[in-house]
T-cell receptor
Framework: DQQVKQNSPSLSVQEGRISILNCDYT??????FLWYKKYPAEGPTFLIS?????DKNEDGRFTVFLNKSAKHLSLHIVPSQPGDSAVYVC???????????FGTGTRLQVTL | GAGVSQSPRYKVAKRGQDVALRCDPI?????LFWYQQALGQGPEFLTY????????KSGLPSDRFFAERPEGSVSTLKIQPSEPRDSAVYFC??????????????FGPGTRLTVL
């Protein structure tokens, strides 16, 4: 049973446009959500996070939105750059536990 | 500074062989995690240490999997004996204080294990 789902395996966006990556979760106990960026043959790198007490968190070109009622979060990248091409993995956890549950990732390709 | 390192980067084992995967966390990091990523899946939690104490091993798939961190720094994940279904990339991650999810987990490059 996948508790964190990323239903789009890939996304292609033109440079300068907005990239929107989506993630759904089923476990209502999750209260902290993260996005990681992953390149081939490397481990995931932390990008941005959001606590369930917020509905938005922004860091430069990256914004994460959380809709708790829909159990949905999204990552917006504006403007998209070719260097943003990577796999983006959504993760979630609960309470003070440190265990993360990951989605399967969405491969973003930013084209010129 | 140095990040999390893992060795070997690639390992091919025959069914029934014992396998040992090593993780060197970032110096001074209290918490250490192991994750398993099968092909086409996201990383799945295996186990978690705070210093030398193994606080959560709920994700270890069977008693063939064993992890240790005897001195609270380097960790070893052992699979004894290995089976083809254990083929995956094994990631190690460390975090500074282990005070929950707000403490960023830094991942190593992973060890790709293939069991024939």
């Amino acid at each position: 049973d996948q508790q964190v789902k990323q239903n789009s395996p890939s996304l292609s966006v033109q440079e300068g446009r907005i990239s929107i990556l989506n993630c759904d979760y089923t476990n209502s106990m999750f209260d902290y959500f993260l996005w990681y960026k992953k390149y081939p043959a490397e481990g995931p790198t932390f990008l941005i996070s959001i606590s369930s007490i917020k509905d938005k968190n922004e860091d430069g070109r990256f914004t994460v939105f959380l809709n708790k009622s829909a159990k949905h979060l999204s990552l917006h990248i504006v403007p998209s750059q070719p260097g943003d091409s990577a796999v983006y993995v959504c993760a979630a956890g609960s309470g003070t536990a440190s265990k993360l549950t990951f989605g399967t990732g969405t491969r973003l390709q930013v084209t010129l | 500074g140095a990040g999390v390192s893992q060795s070997p980067r690639y390992k091919v084992a025959k069914r029934g062989q014992d396998v040992a995967l090593r993780c060197d966390p970032i110096s001074g990091h209290v918490s250490l995690f192991w994750y398993q990523q099968a092909l086409g899946q996201g990383p799945e939690f295996l186990t978690y240490f705070q210093n030398e104490a193994q606080l959560d091993k709920s994700g270890l798939p069977s008693d063939r999997f064993f992890a240790e961190r005897p001195e609270g720094s380097v960790s070893t994940l052992k699979i004894q004996p290995s089976e083809p279904r254990d083929s995956a990339v094994y990631f190690c991650a460390s975090s500074l204080e282990g005070r929950g999810l707000t403490d960023t987990q830094y991942f190593g490059p992973g060890t790709r294990l293939t069991v024939l």
